[in-house]
């Protein structure tokens, strides 16, 4: 199975080892780790992220898990898309996005998002998508409402991030949903 997709301005492909420098660029970040359930990655920590997930990459006969997000011009490394199984039993899987700060603002998680909505409910048969998100993370849930996602709940202090409980809200998207939107009739 052919495990890189291409958009208008990016390539989306599994996680390589070679990539926890560029991981690390913007993971260590304070703001980015804002809103995630993990501290700024240290080096080593980056490093165990890029062999993880290049690894699961490497010996899965999934669709990977992760997907590291380059733009196609430039061929620089400016995020990832997280795409991880959450029901197996019921067809599911739960989408985010984790972007350099620099490449922030411009599009690039939606459309990186889209993509990966267009693989799931077409190549892979998949019934649902969901995602989280903070609340206080304004960016993330316009990017999950301009997919089309319906926000099913508001979870109340569910999740610990940076030592403290926080909420969440949930988003979720059907399969007949996603090809309403992008295939009218």
């Known amino acids: 199975m052919e495990r890189t997709i291409e958009t208008e301005r ?3 492909r599994p996680i390589e080892v070679g990539d926890w420098r560029a991981i690390h660029r913007f993971a260590s970040l304070p703001d980015v780790a804002r809103y995630l359930p993990n501290e700024p ?4 920590d980056s490093q165990a992220f890029a062999l993880r997930w290049s690894e699961q990459a490497r010996q899965g006969d999934e669709w990977p898990a992760v997907m590291g997000v380059l733009l196609k011009a430039e061929g620089e490394f400016i995020g990832y898309v997280p795409f991880e199984p959450f029901s197996q039993e019921y067809h599911t899987r739960e989408i985010g996005w984790v972007f350099d700060p620099e490449y922030q603002g411009q599009g690039y998680a939606t459309e990186a998002a889209r993509a990966v909505l267009d693989l799931a409910f077409g190549k892979l048969g998949l019934h649902r998508i969901v995602a989280t998100c903070d609340p206080r993370n304004t960016a993330s849930h316009r990017v999950m409402e301009k997919l089309g996602m319906r926000r099913e709940g508001h979870h109340i202090k569910d999740v610990r991030i940076g030592g403290e409980w926080a909420d969440e809200y949930f988003y ?8 309403a939107l992008t295939h009218p009739r």
């Open 10 to 12: 990016l390539i989306l």
């Open 41 to 44: 990655f240290t080096e080593s």
């Open 172 to 179: 979720a998207i059907l399969e007949e949903e996603w090809l």
